[in-house]
């Protein structure tokens, strides 16, 4: 559910992307859209969301 709400929203991970972009905005909105993702940071949130919404 958190990708799908972060997927279109300006982050810090895509704001430089956004900024540098000359060329071939396509490609930076597909890269959005459909990047798969993931750190120890976001596998950790992920594994404990549930979590944090209960609390």
């Known amino acids: ?3 799908n709400v ?3 929203k300006l982050t ?3 704001f430089g992307k956004i900024i540098k972009r000359k060329k ?3 490609g930076l909105l597909k890269q ?3 990047s798969n ?3 120890k940071a976001t596998e950790y949130g992920r594994q ?3 979590i ?3 609390e």
Do not use: G, H, I, Q
């Open 48 to 50: 404990n969301e549930e």
């Open 1 to 3: 559910m958190w990708n």
């Open 37 to 39: 993702f993931t750190s």
């Open 12 to 14: 810090a991970s895509n």
């Open 6 to 8: 972060r997927k279109c």
């Open 52 to 54: 944090a919404v209960k």
């Open 24 to 26: 071939n905005p396509d």
């Open 32 to 34: 959005m859209l459909y």
